[in-house]
């Protein structure tokens, strides 16, 4: 690996960084509600996710069993 700064194709712009952004996800167990730091998506799919007790549905999704 390089210390050189990763340079930027001619003409591209880095995208804006939102410092402090925060998003805080709700289990999405039916009736949970807790905290869900675990997001599992599927390439250009919307995301789920899920607490830490309901982990394993979100393993569930990704493999595509119900």
Do not use: T, Y
């Not at 880095?14 to 709700?26: F, K, L, T, W």
Request: overall charge neutral; glycine content about 10%.
């Amino acid at each position: 690996m390089s210390d050189e700064p990763i340079k930027l194709a001619e003409g591209a712009m880095a995208a804006p960084r939102q410092s402090g952004r925060i998003e805080n996800h709700v289990c999405e167990f039916d009736e949970c509600g807790k905290r869900a730091p675990f997001g599992f998506a599927k390439p250009r799919q919307p995301s789920h996710w899920f607490c830490f007790e309901h982990r394993e549905h979100g393993d569930r999704h990704l493999a595509g069993v119900r």
